[in-house]
């Protein structure tokens, strides 16, 4: 089974709400990072939290990590019909890789 | 500044038949790394390689072969492609390891 999963699965809301989305891993990790994929192109990065960060923030994005409970959620703030896509945590386990979840899918309604 | 090239964008193969999936950036990383993508299964690893010279199997390597050729380039290559092999294949690259990786915009495979 995959390491990170992310929960829900697939998330529709209207342009000026708020999404979040949590990813939950297995084992201890060194970061983990969130990526987004528009349909039909390659993973773009857009936040890196490491194992001895609680939050970051970036624009109207905000990320947590809680390495007690292993999860993680990202918060996209006042979303945009942009914001559609979907987006994908990644953990890294080792110094070299990462591993990425399945992914939560997007909708963001004008 | 290309960040992270591939080619081809789509392939369509035959059972049997052998590709090579070509890889390039331009942003003097030393890990690059090779993933493939299904429907709801997210992103597998198939090799990587942490730096120019070495190589190493991911979570999904058979039938699959690499080649650091050098700093820049790493090739997949399929000796003989079966329909499990119908995926979207990227290619990343990250320094140092395990940091942010940049993406490629994938190549479409399709095994007939």
């Known amino acids: 089974s995959q390491q990170g999963e992310e929960d829900p699965q697939a998330l529709s809301i209207q342009e000026g709400e708020n999404a979040t989305m949590n990813c939950s891993y297995k084992t201890s990790i060194n970061n983990l990072q969130w990526y987004r994929q528009n349909s039909g192109r390659g993973l773009v990065h857009l936040i890196l939290?490491?194992?001895?960060?609680r939050e970051k923030h970036s624009g109207r994005l905000r990320v947590t990590l809680d390495t007690s409970k292993k999860s993680s959620s990202l918060l996209i703030t006042a979303s945009r019909a942009a914001d559609t896509a979907s987006y994908f945590c990644?953990?890294?386990?080792?110094?070299?890789?990462?591993?990425f979840g399945t992914g939560t899918r997007l909708q963001v309604f004008p | 500044n290309a960040g992270v090239t591939q080619t081809p964008k789509f392939q369509v193969l035959k059972t049997g038949q052998s590709m090579t999936l070509q890889c390039a950036q331009d942003m003097n990383h030393n890990s690059m790394y090779w993933y493939r993508q299904d429907p709801g299964m997210g992103l597998r690893l198939i090799y990587y390689s942490a730096s120019e010279g070495t190589t190493d199997k991911g979570e999904v390597p058979n039938g699959y072969n690499v080649s650091r050729l050098n700093k820049r380039e790493f090739s997949l290559r399929l000796e003989s492609a079966a329909p499990s092999q119908t995926s979207v294949y990227f290619c990343?690259?990250?320094?140092?390891?395990?940091?942010?990786?940049?993406f490629g915009p994938g190549t479409r495979l399709t095994v007939l």
């Open positions: 990644a953990t890294a386990l080792w110094a070299d890789k990462l591993i």
């Open positions: 990343a690259s990250s320094d140092p390891p395990a940091d942010t990786q940049y």
């Open positions: 939290i490491r194992s001895n960060e």
